[in-house]
């Protein structure tokens, strides 16, 4: 009984610990979206993009939000950018494990209205830089 009631335990903890990641990863990722809007909408004498879509590259965007190259990573996990214009991707993959899956999020900006909306996956790719945004289905 002891031994069921600690392998219940367990499975409980890793549970919470993958949907708290996934809640995490989501919340870093509106975080870098928001900031890529910011970036859209500064004048080009700021070091912006001026509202254009040409100046909206994975380079200039990394630069300007701290991203010291196309990857970043945090406590949760591990970003990405992706520009198909009109539409700039963040996605994230998450640290924790769950039966040989990771969280994921795709984060869409659309501009140039800037809206945000998101999508979560689970996935068992590795990387940020593996995902694709066909990875979330549309």
């Not at 039966?99 to 940020?128: E, M």
């Amino acid at each position: 009984i002891v031994g069921a009631a600690i392998a219940v335990g367990i499975t409980m903890f890793n549970n919470q610990s993958y949907s708290s990641n996934k809640t995490s990863i989501a919340s870093d990722a509106q975080n870098f979206a928001t900031q890529v809007v910011q970036y859209y909408k500064t004048p080009d004498t700021q070091g912006g993009a001026d509202r254009n879509m040409t100046n909206m590259t994975v380079a200039n965007i990394s630069s300007f939000i701290g991203w010291e190259g196309i990857t970043t990573t945090t406590e949760n996990g591990e970003y990405a950018l992706s520009v198909t214009s009109p539409n700039v991707y963040v996605m994230g993959l998450g640290k924790e494990e769950k039966g040989g899956k990771r969280p994921a999020v795709r984060t869409t900006i659309a501009f140039p209205a800037g809206t945000i909306s998101a999508k979560v996956i689970d996935t068992v790719k590795t990387t940020a830089a593996s995902l694709v945004v066909g990875d979330f289905g549309s």
